[in-house]
T-cell receptor, first 118, second 111 residues
Framework: GAVVSQHPSWVICKSGTSVKIECRSLDFQATTMFWYRQFPKQSLMLMAT?????????EQGVEKDKFLINHASLTLSTLTVTSAHPEDSSFYICSAPTSGAGLRNEQFFGPGTRLTVL | QKEVEQDPGPLSVPEGAIVSLNCTYSNSAFQYFMWYRQYSRKGPELLMY????GNKEDGRFTAQVDKSSKYISLFIRDSQPSDSATYLCAYLQGGSEKLVFGKGTKLTVNP
């Protein structure tokens, strides 16, 4: 299947700093990528849809000024958590859909980035 | 009522047992039904998908959908310790790429 990578896999930062997370589709192009957040023992919650060449669309309740998304190319989307606080500590996962012979627009997920804000 | 309900478990079974995982949903617009497996500290991987009522089999895994009852199940036969993971049901509306996930059920298969 298609491969999606994320970098870094984990990051620890001080409160008030900004953290950038990269999501790359390694062997296919993705005009759309999705960013999820997963708290311990909780499900994946969609935060935003990243669109190449246009603004991201955010889910209700997600602050667009706090979670900056840039879809710089057909293979790269970045999520920047600005002025991070301890409550932003979570597991951030991206996904990218690809058209294939099987499920229409099957989404492939990255390995996730664990963010800890001290 | 939540769109998706899934018992988080945890579920612990001996090796070789048959495992039954279930989800219910309330949104009639859901057209695609999926099961993902997520190992600890990893991203989810697609196990099975279906878009119609009935059963779909793939090796030791069987996905079952009952649209009239808005109920989906995943059965694992001859469970193995390597099946220990969190299993998430997920849904997709027709024409949408936004997945809606259940909370996930944590499964442990003991050798």
């Amino acid at each position: 299947g298609a491969v999606v990578s994320q970098h870094p896999s984990w990051v620890i930062c001080k409160s008030g700093t900004s953290v950038k997370i990269e999501c790359r589709s390694l062997d296919f192009q993705a005009t759309t990528m999705f960013w999820y957040r997963q708290f311990p023992k909780q499900s994946l919650m969609l935060m935003a849809t990243s669109n190449e060449g246009s603004k991201a669309t955010y889910e209700q309740g997600v602050e667009k000024d706090k979670f900056l998304i840039n879809h710089a190319s057909l293979t790269l989307s970045t999520l920047t958590v600005t002025s991070a606080h301890p409550e932003d500590s979570s597991f951030y996962i991206c996904s990218a859909p690809t058209s294939g012979a099987g499920l229409r627009n099957e989404q492939f997920f990255g390995p996730g980035t664990r963010l800890t804000v001290l | 009522q939540k769109e998706v309900e899934q018992d988080p478990g945890p579920l612990s079974v001996p090796e070789g047992a048959i495992v039954s995982l279930n989800c219910t949903y309330s949104n009639s617009a859901f057209q695609y039904f999926m099961w993902y497996r997520q190992y600890s500290r990893k991203g989810p991987e697609l196990l099975m998908y279906t878009y119609s009522s009935g059963n779909k089999e793939d090796g030791r895994f069987t996905a079952q959908v009952d649209k009239s009852s808005k109920y989906i199940s995943l059965f694992i036969r001859d469970s193995q310790p390597s099946d220990s993971a969190t299993y998430l049901c997920a849904y997709l509306q027709g024409g949408s790429e936004k997945l809606v996930f259940g909370k996930g059920t944590k499964l442990t298969v003991n050798p």
